[in-house]
Antibody, heavy 121, light 106 residues
Framework: EVQLVESGGDWIQPGGSLRLSCAASGFTFSGYAMAWVRQAPGKGLEWVSAISIGGDTTPYADSVKGRFTISRDNSKNTLYLQMSSLRAEDTAVYFC??????????????WGQGTVVTVSS | IQLTQSPSFLSASVGDRVTITCRAS??????LAWYQQKPGKAPKVLISAASTLQSGVPSRFSGSGSGTDFTLTISSLQPEDFATYYCQQLTTYPFTFGGGTKVEIK
């Protein structure tokens, strides 16, 4: 059974940094592209970033470009999101999602349960 | 690419036929997915490639469309279908979502 388990969410002050992790199991992690999606309280879904199977393609939403970095460690079956210069508007539930092989021209076929990031002074 | 969903809110009764539309600001061929999200839960994919029903999803759900105009239809609304529905395009970065359609009980 495919499982995606996010961790690392916390309350943090504006300007701070945080690293989210997503532990994957039940599939060959190194064979799939992955993504992060977030949802602010009471709002809709916002795609944040994705990473290709090889890790060489890492697009970002304009709202996080230059502040967030996505990465993957295939030896640990783990996806990461390094977040820095955090702002109040980054407050959200962060979901990791597995792409159906590649992300482009496909879809997110499995999602984690999410981890909560609260940015507030 | 912007995705505009309508309506943003829908009140319906069990047994009703429900239609949600998603319009893309430019053509995306058939590369559109539909997701269902219940409160406090992660989204779940219902339909990919505009009209391909995912395994385990009830046949009362269907999708259609291509290019810029897409539709998600629930043929006979069931109690477990009350949720928020999102469309998403994965043709071009950023992989945008529609604003969502909340389906509530009338």
């Amino acid at each position: 059974e495919v499982q995606l388990v996010e961790s690392g969410g916390d309350w943090i002050q504006p300007g701070g940094s945080l690293r989210l992790s997503c532990a994957a199991s039940g599939f060959t992690f190194s064979g799939y592209a992955m993504a992060w999606v977030r949802q602010a309280p009471g709002k809709g879904l916002e795609w944040v970033s994705a990473i290709s199977i090889g890790g060489d393609t890492t697009p970002y939403a304009d709202s996080v470009k230059g502040r967030f970095t996505i990465s993957r460690d295939n030896s640990k079956n783990t996806l990461y999101l390094q977040m820095s210069s955090l702002r109040a508007e980054d407050t959200a539930v962060y979901f990791c999602a597995k792409c159906y092989t590649h992300c482009q021209n496909n879809y997110f076929d499995k999602w984690g349960q999410g981890t909560v990031v609260t940015v507030s002074s | 690419i912007q995705l505009t969903q309508s309506p943003s809110f829908l009140s319906a009764s069990v047994g009703d036929r429900v239609t949600i539309t998603c319009r893309a600001s430019q053509g995306i061929s058939s590369y559109l997915a539909w997701y269902q999200q219940k409160p406090g839960k992660a989204p779940k994919v219902l339909i990919s490639a505009a009209s391909t029903l995912q395994s385990g999803v009830p046949s009362r759900f269907s999708g259609s469309g291509s290019g810029t105009d897409f539709t998600l239809t629930i043929s006979s609304l069931q109690p477990e279908d009350f949720a928020t529905y999102y469309c998403q395009q994965l043709t071009t970065y950023p992989f945008t979502f529609g604003g969502g359609t909340k389906v509530e009980i009338k």
